[in-house]
């Protein structure tokens, strides 16, 4: 089993910054890939952003370009979304999860932690 904590979420202003963080534990995989997702209320979860295992591949959804950032410590399993030039409709519940090698989906999944970008 593998084991994802989320932190970093919170309350800010719109034009404002957060960085999430996520660390893995428990089981360990020669290589996966990490991604973010967010939710609404009453909306399904939606893709923000993945990275490789060797953080060489990236891919956002098209409302984060050039605003958020992704990256991976795999020393340290971890996995950082840096958000910047947040905006109301940012806020949402963001949740990291784990593509195993192979699967062609995610299989582990964080508990999420609250985004509120107030304007």
């Known amino acids: 089993q593998v084991q994802l904590v989320e932190s970093g979420g919170g309350l800010v202003l719109a034009g404002g910054s957060l960085r999430l963080s996520c660390a893995a534990s428990g089981r360990t995989f020669s290589s996966y890939v990490m991604g973010w997702f967010r939710q609404t209320p009453g909306k399904e979860r939606e893709f923000v952003a993945a990275?490789?295992?060797?953080?060489?591949?990236?891919n956002y959804a098209d409302s984060v370009k050039g605003r958020f950032t992704i990256s991976r410590d795999n020393a340290k399993n971890t996995v950082y979304l840096q958000m910047n030039s947040l905006k109301p409709e940012d806020t949402a519940v963001y949740y990291c999860?784990?593509?195993?090698?192979?699967?062609?989906?995610?299989?582990?999944w964080g508990q999420g932690t609250q985004v509120t970008v107030s304007s």
């Open positions: 999860a784990i593509s195993l090698p192979g699967s062609g989906r995610y299989d582990y």
């Open positions: 990275i490789s295992w060797g953080g060489g591949r990236t």
